[in-house]
């Protein structure tokens, strides 16, 4: 594992609401009768996260489209667009994207961002990119569409991939856990709160991850238990302090809330930007 710097910039990490649904526990978990638990309704929140710091911001996954929600019967709270320009993520600086998978409400706008480079890890694109993408346990949580403007980015030289671990900037780690995807990616973001572990969907859920119950979408199920192994094992040494899922509906109310504004009520936030500090080299 590759060693962070002794002092990296301290970035602030929001992470936005944007769609919403009801469903049940097994829909979600996996052969959820096993656990002997009742079948209870569950919510399922999604999510973007925005990572900024002085000089630099970075999109983390881009949620679903309309085309790819409605598909779905999803629903929207906020479309994705109004929350990046809520946070003055303007595509024409050209923000880093990074793809924690390229399932469909984590690439649906990729668009927004037509010259950003994007990140994601070799066994993820080379997968969706692959021959068995299209099955159908796997075509189910794609877009044919997404995944060819995410394909035809790789060929016009925007897309950056790593195989296991990328340090992308001082202070932002990227990491391949698979489980879920082939190449299903956490990222570990330095703050003046701590450090931040954006568990995407490697966590769905809290209860996911603390009860063992693996997520019903799985590529791999042995990578899927390795995965919360190692972020349990980032919590207890030091490497990680808070934990962010990628769709629990409890998520925000852990995190300091945003009050004001167009995301009051759908966003919360961990660390602050610090105005005086020098950009990282």
């Known amino acids: 594992m590759t060693t962070p710097p002794p002092n990296p910039p301290n970035w602030r990490v929001t992470i936005a609401k944007y769609g919403t649904r009801s469903t049940t526990k097994s ?12 079948d209870d309704p569950i919510g399922m929140d999604y999510f973007v996260w925005v ?20 598909a779905r019967n ?3 709270v906020a479309e994705p667009a109004r929350i990046f320009a809520a946070l003055g993520v303007d595509p024409g600086d050209e923000p880093t994207v990074v793809v924690t998978h390229a399932h469909y409400d984590h690439i649906g706008n990729l668009g927004l961002f037509p010259r950003s480079e994007i990140v994601i890890s070799a066994a993820e694109l080379a997968f969706w990119t692959g021959p068995l993408a299209g099955r159908a346990q796997f075509a189910h949580s794609v877009e044919t569409g997404e995944i060819a403007q995410l394909a035809a980015a790789n060929e016009a030289g925007r897309v950056r991939t790593f195989d296991d671990e990328l340090e992308l900037d001082a202070g932002v780690r990227i990491m391949r856990v698979g489980g879920h995807t082939p190449g299903q990616s956490i990222v570990l973001v330095s703050t003046d709160e701590g450090p931040v572990l954006l568990g995407s969907d490697a966590v769905h859920y809290y209860e996911e991850y603390e009860s063992d119950m693996p997520f019903a979408f799985v ?4 990578a899927m238990y390795s995965g919360f192994d190692r972020i349990r094992a980032m919590l207890a040494d030091g490497t990680a302090k808070h934990l962010v899922s ?7 109310a852990r995190f300091r809330p945003v ?3 167009p995301l009051a009520g759908i966003a919360a936030t961990i660390g ?3 105005t005086n500090a020098e950009e990282a080299q």
């Open 27 to 38: 829909d979600v978990y996996l052969n959820h009768h096993i656990y002997g638990q009742p």
């Open 51 to 70: 990572l900024q710091r002085p000089g630099r911001t970075i999109v983390v996954d881009t949620g679903f489209s309309e085309s790819g929600g409605a």
């Open 74 to 76: 999803r629903t929207f």
């Open 219 to 222: 590529a791999e199920l042995p």
């Open 246 to 252: 990628g769709h629990d509906p409890a998520t925000l």
């Open 259 to 261: 009050e004001e504004g």
């Open 272 to 274: 602050s930007i610090d």
